[in-house]
């Protein structure tokens, strides 16, 4: 079932997701539910607050990333994967930029400089216990998506001017004064 994915503007957006545990209702399906939403919108990551839940949780696919015949040096093709209770244990190397973009916020794309390389712990679907090292476009979507579920948004690391000149943009997504392909949830005014 595709979700309606919350707005620029929601609360839920800010707040730090809480950890779950294996009984927590309707799991599989919410899993399932979460990429057929990303899918249907075009993404490569979304995370529980974008559709209204404060939980730590978040699903990523980058196959997109990756043009046909283009040659495939990262692996995003088969990187599909489900974070739960994720926690970044370290982030290191040289802060890199990348043009981000976030399915809360459509149409707005600025570069953000993150490290290039992190470690996190985290369960899968399963709540099998992981623990591994991602760099390159993988760390970047884990970092976008695990921001989410700190309560944090690609437009926080903007530099203050870079912020000016976005706020009329973000306040007119959080009125819902915007064209957008998918199903969204506009925080109420
Ligand atoms: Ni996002």
Redesign the pocket.
């Known amino acids: 079932m595709i979700l309606p994915i919350v707005a620029y503007g929601d609360p839920v957006l800010r707040k730090k997701g809480e950890d779950i545990t294996a009984d927590y209702p309707d799991l599989q399906q919410l899993i399932d539910d979460m990429f057929e939403t990303m899918y249907n919108a075009s ?1 490569v ?3 529980a607050p ?1 559709i209204g839940r404060s939980i730590r949780l978040f699903v990523i696919d980058t196959t997109s990333f990756v043009e046909e015949n283009e040659e495939d040096e990262e692996g995003l093709k088969d990187f599909k994967e489900v974070f739960i209770n994720a926690r970044i244990l370290e982030e290191e190397g040289k802060e890199w930029a990348f043009n ?6 459509p149409d707005i794309r600025e570069d953000v400089s993150r490290q290039e390389e992190i470690r996190i712990e985290y369960y899968d679907r399963d709540f099998n216990r992981k623990e591994a090292v991602f760099s390159g476009l993988k760390a970047r979507v884990i970092q ?2 695990y ?2 579920i700190e309560g944090i ?2 437009t926080d690391h903007l530099s203050p001017l870079r912020k000016r000149m976005i706020k009329g943009r973000l306040s007119n997504i959080s009125k819902g004064k915007l064209n957008v392909a998918y199903k969204m949830r506009f925080p109420k005014i």
């Open positions: 993404g990551g979304l995370a974008q981000e973009g976030c399915l809360s916020i976008h998506e921001d989410h948004l690609f």
